[in-house]
């Protein structure tokens, strides 16, 4: 069996279970990215737009169509679970590789915190008796529950969240275009999509710093590849599929709901949280803001944060089995075939960080600043690992995929990165600073980044 001896020849042994097909990993990678994911920021991506929100979602998806073609060409020379990490670290070299994988950390890591954060403070809004803590307590225990009970249970019901969510979506449109037929909201216009009086680069690529937090999660589905009936040609095509499908959704609600935001003028001074579920009440009225807000608490608290537990554990098994992290996380359940202990441990930091940021007025703020840094930095590191990897060391003439698009792809991220927020810049240098600090300690006990079977077979030559 080929995809069998594809992780043998990197000297690991498949422990991981076989049983994920495309739909699954498109579906899966919708789950993470959230279909109905703009509910909950488009707000702020509307005022750092200067009203542009589809602008700013459709330049964030074709940045991230050139990351998906460069994940495929890694996953295809690496099929190994840890996703960027390993790239990074086959691809240039282990020290690399490790800081890397220290860099994604902070996006999968505090992911979930995150989405559990939102989610409970939505269920807060609506059921007030309940405490913050308590909602993000009882949301990290059932998908704990649930990761636990190996992948195609997650599968199973991640597929069940995405009909929900598109049922919801499907229904705020068709309320909406029938509103703005209707004369309600600020007309039909390509303002949202384009508005010569607003636009400038960097103004679209400051929104697109904040949007790409709707596309973070497509590239977890390289983190399957071990578990993927197809190997490394099926998570390639289903990372591509899922980043359009999702990039499409974006940019048709946001445009909607751009041209029925009540007060265009007052959310352009101050984001609102509840822009988008202003936008659904001149649609449809209270019930669909409450059906909204509902769906967002829902998908954010167990969909999205489902399949995010399950991408970093992956992480956190692939780093451990190489002796980077400690090695009872490379533990995987018998009964389950599942990293049961990598899986416990994002329980507890999730629970302990949500907590920790519920508490602060600015926990949303500062955890999505952090994620999105780690993120593009990883991205960018992935793009130079193309270039190193084919382009240099195997000498490949495959001119367009091996080396223009990562350069393309790395080019518009670093664009993105130096108009980002001053607090995420800063944040994330930070981050860096300590995973250095970590590979010198590495250093120092004896124990430098390595990744078994380093040797591994050639990238496909042209």
Same mark, same amino acid.
């Given at each position: 069996?080929?995809?069998?001896?594809?992780?043998?020849?990197?000297?690991?042994?498949?422990?991981?279970?076989?049983?994920?097909?495309?739909?699954?990993?498109?579906?899966?990678?919708?789950?993470?990215?959230?279909?109905?994911?703009?509910?909950?920021?488009?707000?702020?991506?509307?005022?750092?737009?200067?009203?542009?929100?589809?602008?700013?979602?459709?330049?964030?998806?074709?940045?991230?169509?050139?990351?998906?073609?460069?994940?495929?060409?890694?996953?295809?020379?690496?099929?190994?679970?840890?996703?960027?990490?390993? /790239?990074?670290?086959?691809?240039?070299?282990?020290?690399?590789?490790?800081?890397?994988?220290?860099?994604?950390?902070?996006?999968?890591?505090?992911?979930?915190?995150?989405?559990?954060?939102?989610?409970?403070?939505?269920?807060?809004?609506?059921?007030?008796?309940?405490?913050?803590?308590?909602?993000?307590?009882?949301?990290?225990?059932?998908?704990?529950?649930?990761?636990?009970?190996?992948?195609?249970?997650?599968?199973?019901?991640?597929?069940?969240?995405?009909?929900?969510?598109?049922?919801?979506?499907?229904?705020?449109?068709?309320?909406?275009?029938?509103?703005?037929?209707?004369?309600?909201?600020?007309?039909?216009?390509?303002?949202?999509?384009?508005?010569?009086?607003?636009?400038?680069?960097?103004?679209?690529?400051?929104?697109?710093?904040?949007?790409?937090?709707?596309?973070?999660?497509?590239?977890?589905?390289?983190?399957?590849?071990?578990?993927?009936?197809?190997?490394?040609?099926?998570?390639?095509?289903?990372?591509?599929?899922?980043?359009?499908?999702?990039?499409?959704?974006?940019?048709?609600?946001?445009?909607?709901?751009?041209?029925?935001?009540?007060?265009?003028?007052?959310?352009?001074?101050?984001?609102?949280?509840?822009?988008?579920?202003?936008?659904?009440?001149?649609?449809?009225?209270?019930?669909?803001?409450?059906?909204?807000?509902?769906?967002?608490?829902?998908?954010?608290?167990?969909?999205?944060?489902?399949?995010?537990?399950?991408?970093?554990?992956?992480?956190?098994?692939?780093?451990?089995?190489?002796?980077?992290?400690?090695?009872?996380?490379?533990?995987?359940?018998?009964?389950?075939?599942?990293?049961?202990?990598?899986?416990?441990?994002?329980?507890?930091?999730?629970?302990?960080?949500?907590?920790?940021?519920?508490?602060?007025?600015?926990?949303?703020?500062?955890?999505?600043?952090?994620?999105?840094?780690?993120?593009?930095?990883?991205?960018?590191?992935?793009?130079?690992?193309?270039?190193?990897?084919?382009?240099?060391?195997?000498?490949?003439?495959?001119?367009?995929?091996?080396?223009?698009?990562?350069?393309?792809?790395?080019?518009?991220?670093?664009?993105?990165?130096?108009?980002?927020?001053?607090?995420?810049?800063?944040?994330?240098?930070?981050?860096?600073?300590?995973?250095?600090?970590?590979?010198?300690?590495? /250093?120092?006990?004896?124990?430098?980044?390595?990744?078994?079977?380093?040797?591994?077979?050639?990238?496909?030559?042209?």
């Amino acid at each position: 069996m080929r995809t069998q001896q594809n992780i043998e020849q990197f000297g690991y042994r498949q422990e991981l279970r076989r049983g994920v097909g495309l739909t699954d990993l498109v579906f899966y990678g919708l789950a993470l990215m959230l279909p109905i994911a703009p509910f909950a920021i488009f707000g702020t991506v509307y005022q750092a737009s200067g009203g542009m929100p589809a602008l700013a979602y459709l330049v964030g998806m074709v940045a991230l169509l050139f990351t998906a073609a460069s994940y495929a060409q890694m996953v295809k020379a690496f099929p190994l679970s840890g996703s960027v990490y390993n /790239y990074a670290g086959r691809g240039i070299a282990p020290p690399v590789g490790f800081l890397t994988g220290w860099m994604v950390l902070l996006d999968y890591i505090l992911v979930p915190c995150l989405l559990y954060l939102v989610a409970s403070v939505a269920m807060n809004d609506s059921v007030p008796a309940v405490p913050v803590w308590a909602w993000l307590v009882g949301f990290v225990i059932v998908n704990t529950l649930i990761n636990l009970f190996g992948i195609r249970m997650t599968v199973r019901l991640t597929r069940l969240m995405i009909v929900f969510e598109l049922v919801v979506l499907a229904l705020f449109l068709a309320a909406g275009v029938w509103a703005l037929l209707q004369g309600k909201g600020n007309g039909f216009s390509l303002s949202p999509l384009f508005d010569a009086g607003a636009f400038s680069w960097p103004v679209v690529f400051a929104a697109v710093s904040v949007a790409v937090l709707s596309f973070l999660g497509f590239d977890g589905i390289s983190m399957l590849v071990e578990e993927s009936t197809g190997g490394s040609a099926q998570v390639g095509r289903a990372m591509r599929l899922a980043l359009v499908l999702a990039g499409v959704l974006f940019i048709v609600q946001v445009w909607v709901a751009a041209l029925l935001v009540p007060d265009p003028a007052g959310l352009m001074e101050r984001a609102g949280d509840t822009a988008f579920y202003d936008a659904a009440a001149v649609a449809g009225g209270e019930w669909l803001r409450h059906v909204t807000s509902f769906a967002t608490a829902l998908s954010w608290g167990l969909a999205n944060t489902m399949v995010a537990q399950v991408a970093v554990s992956r992480l956190l098994y692939a780093m451990a089995r190489d002796r980077q992290l400690p090695s009872f996380l490379a533990k995987v359940s018998v009964k389950h075939s599942v990293p049961a202990n990598a899986i416990v441990l994002i329980c507890l930091l999730s629970m302990g960080v949500g907590v920790w940021m519920s508490t602060r007025d600015d926990g949303v703020t500062l955890l999505t600043s952090l994620i999105n840094m780690g993120a593009m930095v990883a991205f960018i590191v992935l793009h130079v690992s193309v270039v190193v990897h084919y382009s240099l060391r195997s000498r490949s003439r495959r001119w367009w995929a091996h080396l223009v698009s990562p350069l393309a792809g790395a080019g518009i991220l670093v664009f993105v990165v130096v108009n980002a927020n001053v607090l995420a810049q800063a944040l994330g240098l930070v981050w860096l600073g300590l995973g250095a600090l970590a590979l010198v300690t590495l /250093y120092a006990l004896g124990r430098p980044p390595a990744l078994t079977g380093m040797a591994g077979p050639g990238p496909d030559r042209p």
